[in-house]
DNA sequence: CACCAATGTCACCGCGCGGTGACTATCGAG
DNA sequence: CTCGATAGTCACCGCGCGGTGACATTGGTG
């Protein structure tokens, strides 16, 4: 078999394989904007027809993007950040800032959000669905699994707006270099940080443990 | 002189005027993926060509438009949201408050702010300018003008982070009608508007002045 | 009036897009 | 070897885009 010939596999698992590839190669590298038949097509030397016919168009490749692609943290890594992120600050802030990390350090899934504000395709609903459910997961496994205590404090809307500041700033650091005064180097994310955690300590109560 | 009638007005004020009311329509109707010198003609009835003649092109238009409109809250509308907002909290969360109200009341806001997460071309970066430093204004008022004393806290930090939650969750409350599991509703409103004084009494404490 | 600059219209170009039908190449089954 | 299904190629369509040149219309000035 000659494996590492150019041109077509004939082979559709390889084939689709490699148009995913090209998805994800396209959306790191371009964002959504640039993202259609043509350019996948293009950037997987394949032939756009190969969509249509395997994928059903580009709204089945991008499912089959998100199935293959594991662009979201899992609520494993933002714990194992946290575990690691000593014990002088509260977890839940812990947590948040493990979470800054695990986005930032995806380029992928900062796309994926920019995408999710710009617009509301079916193609964005696709993606969408596995995660809104992370933040529960998170917090549910928090208390049952870290024995934390919340009491008097809506640590939903709290969480969630931080998170949302999270995807805001990480978001646009792609393009800017700074926001509200603050210089997104790496002085500038630990200020971040550093606010996330003393804004936990001061809601939850710092717990050195 | 035939005021009201349909198509060309013959005077070229009037003309860039309607190239620029359709520009805001379009935006606020459709936000930035459909702009570009067809649709904005069409929508204005007018010829595109004269959208060269007149601004050099699409970008001279967006520039015009930008100077032509008050999409940004001011310090002022922020100051009086707070002084209204009573006095259990703290100032500045006050000033959060009337930030988020201030945003979520202008559809034309969030389009650019979405706009400007989704990409980097020189159309954004032209309506940029004047806001970047609201947030300075803001505090270097509610210093100097309101008497808020801080200290021992990254003030910047954390509004930047509480401005950016703010951005992030108006912006997707355009499409989604829920995020960490609260519903986007009046109700959910309130919880993150209360999740932000409490943030801000927490941190600086509450002053029942 | 004649003239001219400015205003606005129209037709057109090249391009890349999404999408499709007809074709060829490959390979395994009988 | 033959045949048929599958994998992949190619040429083409209609469309809307950004952009431009040639024309028509208007209104003020001498």
Redesign the interface.
């Known amino acids: 078999m000659a494996e590492s010939r150019r041109g077509p596999f004939h082979d559709r698992e390889r084939s689709e394989k490699a148009l995913i590839d090209a998805t994800r190669r396209l959306i790191a590298r371009n ?1 959504f ?1 640039k993202l259609g038949v043509n350019a996948v097509a293009r950037e997987a030397c394949l032939d756009k027809v190969l969509i249509y016919r395997y994928f059903d168009g580009l709204d089945g490749l991008i499912r089959a993007f998100g199935k293959s692609t594991d662009f979201w943290p899992t609520a494993d890594e933002i714990f194992r950040g946290a575990l690691e992120g000593g014990d002088r600050h509260h977890f839940v802030g812990r947590m948040m800032v493990a979470y800054l990390r695990a986005v930032r350090a995806r380029p992928l899934t900062l796309e994926i959000l ?7 395709t079916s193609l964005v609903e696709i993606l969408e669905g596995a995660r ?1 459910s992370l ?2 997961e998170l917090m549910g496994r928090a208390i049952t699994e870290h024995g934390i205590v919340i009491e008097g ?2 640590i ?14 990480t ?2 650091s ?3 270099d ?5 210089a997104l180097d790496e002085d500038g994310w630990r ?2 940080e ?3 955690l ?2 936990f300590d ?2 939850l109560g710092a717990e050195p443990e």
Not at 114 to 120: G, I, L, Q, T, V
Not at 157 to 168: E, F, Q
């Open positions: 964002g904007k920019a995408w999710e504000m710009a617009d509301r809104e933040g529960q404090t809506d939903a809307a709290v969480t969630g707006l931080m998170a949302a500041g999270i995807h805001y700033i978001v646009r792609r393009f800017i700074g926001f509200n005064g603050i200020r971040y550093s606010a996330l003393l804004i001061r809601l």
